[in-house]
């Protein structure tokens, strides 16, 4: 007995099913992938804005140690401070960040006096936000 080549097989459109799960996969990868570049979008900014609140932070204890050698107070060198109480740092390359500045001076037997600076950085008024950063850096400078 001898087959005929001819015949029509009764499996019409299994490639149609082929095609469309094939199709359905790739779609879901590429919505999979797009989720996740988002997400590492977000994390790239989030990043990016704590490196700047950290420098921010670490520039304004830069100011405020400048103050406190060359006045040999802490009152100038608090931002705000009390004569002042409305004064900021405004720098250009931190736009929207806001920096202060903190000075405690500890006097010692001796002759000794040692302040003690903090300085913050926060941008966000929301720390719920995604956007939010704070950062906070202390130094301790022995005047004599």
């Known amino acids: 007995m001898r087959l005929k080549i001819s015949e029509k097989s ?13 199709m359905l996969v790739i ?6 992938m797009m989720k996740f570049s988002n997400i590492a979008q977000a994390d790239i900014d989030q990043s990016l804005q ?15 140690i400048y103050h406190a050698k060359n006045d040999n107070n802490c009152d100038n060198a608090r931002i705000p401070n009390t004569a002042n109480p409305t004064d900021t ?10 920096m202060t500045v903190s000075c405690v001076l500890n006097q010692y037997n001796g002759g000794i006096n040692i302040m003690v ?11 719920s936000s ?9 130094a301790s400078v022995e005047i004599y």
Do not use: C, H
């Open 117 to 127: 600076l903090t300085a913050t950085s926060e941008f966000g008024s929301n720390p």
């Open 89 to 98: 740092i405004e720098l250009t390359a931190f736009v929207g960040f806001e």
């Open 10 to 22: 009764n499996q019409s459109g299994m490639a149609l099913v082929a095609v469309i799960f094939i």
């Open 50 to 64: 704590a490196n700047r609140a950290d420098l921010s932070a670490k520039s304004a204890l830069a100011w405020g």
């Open 27 to 32: 779609g879901s990868s590429i919505v999979m």
């Open 130 to 138: 995604n956007d939010y950063v704070w950062r906070s850096i202390s």
